[in-house]
């Protein structure tokens, strides 16, 4: 099993659309956990960090469900610029190493 | 443009041949990551270093990779001899000192892109 699962999509919305990803891991003690967006031919830069108690940035929200092991990004109003690949990490127990899911597509049509 | 900066950006080269990535960090930045990442797949961690030296190098095939991060500073991921299969792009990052708990932001360079023929 991998350690952290996506589906790799792609997802295709509409503009201004609602969409979901959800993203799970298979380390519980895994302590910390992202959400990338990397577009086409670059590279991976953060979007957001996933607390505990759930996040929102602008139209971006994250939550966490430490129980279920998975974590997901909620996208409101999509815009054609949020189409990317869409990478969930997860950092380990101990150090600094990030395991990153193989991403999820997202295209946002007009 | 990244700050982290990263050489060549492509390199095409036959199996069989040498092959080294370039990489120089943000300034200060103390940890320092190659990634590989195989088109339609995340970044998989080859190797992490902590100043000059590794922390992780559980991933990488070390009967034909090497990775060195001498002074602790600029870093270089070496192939020798290349395959097929490592056709990827290979990606360096870094963040900020261990002291300060890094939030998990990591800054990636642009990465190398490896044809290997």
């Known amino acids: 099993r991998k350690e952290v699962e996506q589906d790799p999509g792609p997802f295709n919305v509409p503009e201004g659309a609602t969409v979901a990803f959800n993203c799970t891991y298979s380390?519980?003690?895994?302590?910390?956990f992202f959400w990338y967006r990397q577009d086409c031919r670059k590279e991976p830069k953060l979007l957001m960090s996933?607390?505990?108690s759930g996040n929102e940035d602008g139209r971006f929200t994250a939550q966490l469900n430490r129980a279920s092991q998975y974590i997901s990004l909620l996208i409101r109003d999509s815009k054609l610029s949020d189409s990317a690949t869409y990478l969930c990490v997860v950092k380990g127990e101990y150090g600094n190493k990030l395991v990153f899911g193989a991403g999820t597509i997202l295209r946002v049509k007009s | 443009e990244a700050e982290v900066a990263q050489s060549p950006r492509y390199k095409i080269t036959e199996k069989s041949q040498a092959v080294a990535f370039w990489c120089d960090p943000i300034s200060g930045h103390a940890t320092l990551y190659w990634y590989r990442q195989i088109l339609g797949q995340g970044p998989e961690l080859l190797v992490q270093?902590?100043?000059?030296?590794?922390?992780?190098d559980s991933q990488l095939p070390k009967d034909r990779f090497s990775a060195e991060r001498l002074k602790g500073v600029d870093s270089t991921l070496k192939i020798q001899p290349a395959e097929l299969g490592d056709s990827a792009m290979y990606l360096c990052?870094?963040?900020?000192?261990?002291?300060?708990?890094?939030?998990?932001?990591?800054?990636f360079g642009e990465g190398s892109r490896l044809t290997v023929l």
């Open positions: 996933v607390y505990s």
């Open positions: 270093f902590q100043d000059e030296s590794v922390v992780d």
């Open positions: 380390n519980s003690a895994s302590q910390s």
């Open positions: 990052a870094s963040s900020r000192p261990y002291r300060d708990r890094p939030t998990g932001e990591l800054f």
